[in-house]
């Protein structure tokens, strides 16, 4: 078991390295209150990810939906001092040419053509206005960005016609800050403490890493011989799983094939059992992926007590939805399974499956958990678009994508948690290299990661 820094990136701050632990163990509240999402934690604040999920199932849900997302967004932008003043499409003046416009719009389409030009649609409760982008590549390469049924401002100037030829996108974005730290000893102490950050966990699967997934959670049970690491765990005080806790069953075609676990019920109970082997002091967030026991559209409620009883009847563990926004103590943490990073990733230039992270960073730009609509991830249309990014987090944590990946952003601390499965056949076929086995695990006083390896 190693712990190592993530590599240093383009606009990303290196995360320093990890500094000895020496001090004493903090002592813990041992408060088991009933189980969430209602219990009430020392240090835990539930912000929002237990509401159940309502559609209405009327026609117009969809138009509510984005009219929803566009009005949240949008205000972010005017809040903006750079986008204050900014008209809507349908201000836009039709018959003046060289008109200077800053109009704030979603993005109802986006055609690229051969010549590098790209041409959208930006289109709000009113109406519509096409945008070109052309010549300077600097604005060409803040096309390519663009992501379908995203909200930004552009600036421009009018053609005939009413069209735009732009000169610049604003993406509403996250605002410079001071990450959030809590006072604390200098190196470890009393005050410190950590959270483990894991996800994509796939019991049942036959290519789940079950002595690596030991590993860690005896290293969480303080059986280390490291010194160092051992101090780390029992400073320890939270556990958060970002979906795909089991494989599930009938998730896709022949997954029985690839199954060591046929019974989803068996799935979860062998989950719970290694939970239970977990000590008191270790709170465990557990959030739905789309191989969990759950409803497959975004937001998703926690997954079904039916399925995983005995994880709703432990006293340190709180099952939650996607997206959940819990307050840990004094950091804010956004937690999704991060289903929508298929979608995003083959649309976001600079952006892989290799370091998953990047593309997160643009989730935080565009200000929205899924801005694409109509792909991989389905989204449930409800009457407030809660996939919007209205609270910036301190850490905005997703997995999903199986690839371990640490990021700062502005001063947030973006975590790809990675996964305890090999690679599978169709990893394998499409040639995704998944990165099992390694935690990343956060101070949260010094709001520091550290990349803990249990292979
Ligand atoms: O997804 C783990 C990763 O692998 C994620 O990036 C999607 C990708 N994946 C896995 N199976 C498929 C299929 N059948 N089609 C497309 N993409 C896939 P996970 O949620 O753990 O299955
Ligand atoms: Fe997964
Ligand atoms: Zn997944």
């Known amino acids: 078991m190693t712990a190592s820094t993530p590599p240093a990136a383009e606009a990303w701050v290196p995360l320093p390295p990890s500094q000895p632990l020496t001090s004493p163990i903090p002592s813990v509240s041992a408060s088991t209150q009933p189980c969430a999402p209602s219990?009430?934690?020392?240090?835990?604040?539930?912000?929002?990810?237990?509401?159940?999920?309502?559609?209405?199932?009327?026609?117009?849900?969809?138009?509510?939906?984005?009219?929803?997302?566009?009005?949240?967004?949008?205000?972010?932008?005017?809040?903006?001092?750079?986008?204050?003043?900014?008209?809507?499409?349908?201000?836009?003046?039709?018959?003046?040419?060289?008109?200077?416009?800053?109009?704030?719009?979603?993005?109802?389409?986006?055609?690229?053509?051969?010549?590098?030009?790209?041409?959208?649609?930006?289109?709000?409760?009113?109406?519509?206005?096409?945008?070109?982008?052309?010549?300077?590549?600097?604005?060409?390469?803040?096309?390519?960005?663009?992501?379908?049924?995203e909200v930004v401002c552009v600036l421009g100037a009018t053609r005939n016609g009413g069209t735009v030829i732009a000169e610049d996108v604003i993406w509403p974005d996250i605002p410079y800050r001071a990450r959030q730290r809590t006072p604390a000893p200098p190196e470890s102490g009393p005050g410190h403490v950590y959270a483990a950050l894991t996800s994509d966990v796939h019991i049942g699967s036959k290519t789940f890493l079950e002595d690596d997934f030991d590993r860690f959670l005896g290293w969480l049970r303080g059986e280390s011989d490291d010194a160092r690491l051992k101090e780390m765990a029992l400073h320890t005080k939270y556990l958060v799983i970002a979906g795909d806790l089991v494989d599930g069953v009938g998730i896709y075609p022949n997954q029985e094939d690839e199954l060591d676990v046929q019974d989803v019920y068996e799935q979860y109970r062998i989950a719970a059992e290694y939970i239970a082997t977990l000590p008191d002091r270790i709170r465990v967030i557990i959030i739905p992926g789309n191989h969990d026991a759950c409803r497959p559209t975004l937001p998703t409620p926690p997954i079904y007590r039916e399925y995983a009883a005995r994880l709703y009847s432990m006293g340190n563990v709180m099952m939650l939805g996607d997206p959940s926004v819990v307050d840990i103590n004094g950091s804010t943490f956004l937690v999704t399974h991060g289903r929508s990073l298929d979608d995003a990733i083959p649309f976001l230039p600079d952006c892989s499956f290799r370091e998953p992270q990047r593309a997160m960073v643009e989730l935080l730009k565009s200000r929205h958990i899924a801005p694409i609509y109509g792909e991989k991830t389905p989204l449930a249309p409800e009457p407030k678009d809660r996939l919007v990014i209205e609270r910036v987090p301190d850490v905005f944590l997703a997995g999903h994508v199986h690839v371990e990946g640490v990021a700062e952003y502005r001063g947030v601390l973006v975590v790809n948690s990675g996964t305890w499965q090999s690679q599978t056949k169709y990893q394998l076929s499409s040639g995704i290299v998944p990165k099992p086995s390694v935690v990343p695990v956060v101070d949260l006083n010094a709001m520091r990661a550290y990349e803990l390896n249990f292979t």
């Not at 020392?42 to 849900?61: W, Y």
């Not at 030009?117 to 096409?130: C, I, N, T």
């Open 39 to 149: 219990a009430a934690w020392e240090g835990v604040r539930l912000v929002s990810g237990a509401e159940a999920v309502t559609i209405r199932g009327k026609a117009s849900d969809f138009r509510d939906y984005f009219r929803s997302r566009f009005e949240a967004i949008s205000s972010i932008l005017r809040a903006r001092a750079d986008v204050s003043g900014a008209s809507t499409a349908f201000q836009v003046p039709d018959g003046i040419k060289w008109h200077k416009v800053k109009v704030i719009g979603m993005v109802s389409s986006k055609k690229e053509y051969r010549d590098g030009s790209v041409v959208v649609e930006l289109e709000d409760e009113e109406g519509s206005v096409k945008v070109t982008f052309r010549g300077d590549e600097a604005v060409k390469k803040k096309a390519a960005r663009l992501l379908v049924d």
